[in-house]
């Protein structure tokens, strides 16, 4: 009896010896942690085939995969299919499925799911803001504007486990597409139960990604709780056991919330940077955020493109950008250097393409007050960001335009939430406002400004440049350079778009942490590998 004492002593001694240990290093295996993250608002729906608001955007990448996936190179991947072939002509994908795929409730997802969701995207019924990005496929945009059945939609299936595209033109982001929102799969019995309601609520969410929606891990405007899929068939298994993701206003330091641990990782300012170095964060940039002055084309004055031209021409660019954020670059093109076209850099092919000042910017005025009927030009307001370097170089322009017209500029500064929102509804005159590019195309940054685009920030509605951008996307590359260079000349000569600067969007996580992919064009964060080492 008094061996098996000591033997069972021994034993608590040596339990007791590994817990202290392992107090000693990582108290939490990564398959086992929680990664925390903030999303300004609410997601609107979290139904891939009509999201389009970056909150719902970065949650269906986490949650739904595509055929593919994107690396963090910004690569296409095998996602769900591990396979596929192109023909020579590009007009033919073949995918071959995953073997084994399942939904997140253990149903087995197969091809006819993949042919279901982008039918639903393309359908008129559904409304989709994004069913344009598909009209490569053949039929796509006469199904989706109700000039053909859905029947003859060039996506097929044979068997189970392969999907066939047939294409109207060549796409050369057609890959990459196929990462997107309205490519992801859809079981049509489980979306027909909702009734109306799916993805609306958590248990009207069915996910095929590397996470799921946790039941009862939706409280609206609170948070969102995702939780690793353990269905999830692909090369790779997801690391974290999960991601929480709190809903509201970024917190005003987010430098702070990351340092106090309430987050693992967020977007900080470029003004913030320096900071984040010093607290050894791990910083990751992207040069896809073009600052610029636009007009609202839709204002009684400012419609006039005499006017506009007179304004932009009457300005020293030395002089009201000696005044930029810092970590950010002047320029004169609109089109950002990171653009590519056919795998080569857009700019390196087209050039530099700016503003032409024009000789006599007073004639031109004169010329375009009399076109409107008004003899001079006053109380106008600047719209800009509340940043303090923002409104420095906006007083310069203020300065500039005051004392050339004679007239009244003045500024308002606001956040830039309510900045974007002002925008989108069209409520400013001029603005000093932000092109966040959402796709590394020369295509993706001239599609901002067609009448359709809720990012179109000078309320520009021209019939002709929405048709110009619609031949460019049928098009084959080596036919699209001309029209884009005319596309981009055309924004600056009318005085749609000024650009001033490129300003790089930084994300910064915990010293700790890493594994997580930031992806540029859309402020999409990719959770899949990341990992943190906790003490």
Not at 137 to 165: M, P, Q
Not at 392 to 406: A, D, P, Q, S, Y
Not at 433 to 445: D, E, H, V
Request: net charge negative; with cysteine; hydrophobic share 35%.
């Amino acid at each position: 009896m008094k061996s098996l004492k000591k033997f069972l002593c021994l034993i608590l001694v040596l339990c007791l010896g590994l817990s202290v240990c392992a107090c000693d290093g990582d108290t939490e295996l990564p398959e086992e942690q929680i990664i925390y993250y903030n999303v300004d608002f609410e997601p609107v729906t979290l139904d891939p085939q009509i999201a389009n608001d970056s909150s719902s955007k970065l949650i269906i990448m986490n949650t739904f995969e595509g055929l593919v996936r994107i690396d963090g190179n910004n690569d296409p991947i095998p996602g769900a299919a591990d396979s596929w072939e192109i023909s020579k002509d590009k007009l033919m994908y073949t995918f071959h499925l995953r073997d084994g795929l399942k939904w997140s409730d253990g149903s087995k997802l197969t091809a006819d799911d993949f042919l279901y969701g982008i039918q639903r995207a393309l359908t008129p019924q559904t409304s989709s803001p994004t069913a344009s990005t598909l009209y490569s496929i053949k039929n796509a945009e006469k199904i989706n504007t109700g000039k053909a059945d859905i029947s003859s939609l060039g996506v097929f299936v044979r068997n189970s486990d392969t999907v066939i595209f047939q294409l109207e033109y060549p796409d050369s982001d057609f890959l990459q597409l196929l990462a997107t929102a309205p490519a992801m799969p859809c079981k049509k019995s489980f979306f027909e139960k909702t009734a109306g309601q799916y993805g609306r609520e958590d248990d009207k969410i069915l996910c095929n990604g590397a996470f799921y929606v946790r039941e009862d891990g939706w409280e609206h405007d609170r948070y969102i709780y995702l939780r690793r899929n353990e269905e999830y068939v692909g090369s790779d298994n997801p690391v974290p056991a999960g991601v929480n993701i709190t809903i509201g206003e970024t917190p005003n330091d987010v430098c702070k919330a990351i340092s106090d641990g309430t987050i693992d990782c967020g977007e900080i300012t470029s003004a913030d940077t320096d900071r984040a170095e010093k607290l050894g964060f791990n910083l990751t940039g992207f040069g896809d955020t073009v600052w610029g002055i636009s007009f609202n084309s839709a204002d009684e004055l400012l419609k006039d493109e005499d006017i506009r031209k007179s304004l932009l021409s009457s300005l020293d660019r030395d002089y009201i950008l000696k005044d930029i954020p810092d970590n950010c670059m002047a320029t004169e093109n609109i089109i950002p250097d990171s653009a590519q076209l056919d795998g080569k850099k857009y700019r390196e092919i087209a050039g530099n393409i700016s503003f032409v000042p024009a000789e006599f910017p007073d004639k031109l005025l004169t010329k375009g007050l009399k076109n409107s009927g008004a003899e001079n030009i006053t109380n106008i307001t600047i719209l800009c960001s509340d940043d303090e370097k923002t409104q420095l170089f906006v007083n310069n322009i203020i300065e500039t335009w005051n004392k050339f017209t004679g007239g009244y500029f003045n500024k308002k500064p606001v956040p830039i939430s309510e900045l974007k929102d002002r925008i989108e509804y069209g409520n400013y005159e001029v603005v000093v406002a932000p092109l966040t590019i959402q796709g590394n195309t020369p295509l993706s940054t001239l599609e901002l400004f067609e009448s359709t685009s809720k990012y179109n920030t000078a309320a520009l509605e021209n019939s002709e440049y929405d048709e110009r951008i619609e031949e460019i996307r049928k098009n084959q590359v080596s036919e699209e350079v001309e029209r884009i260079i005319e596309a981009e000349q055309y924004l600056l000569d009318s005085g749609i778009f000024y650009p001033l600067y490129i300003e790089n969007r930084y994300y910064a996580s915990a010293g700790n942490v890493n594994g997580i992919i930031f992806h540029p064009f859309g402020a999409e964060v990719d959770f899949f590998h990341a990992t943190k080492t906790v003490e």
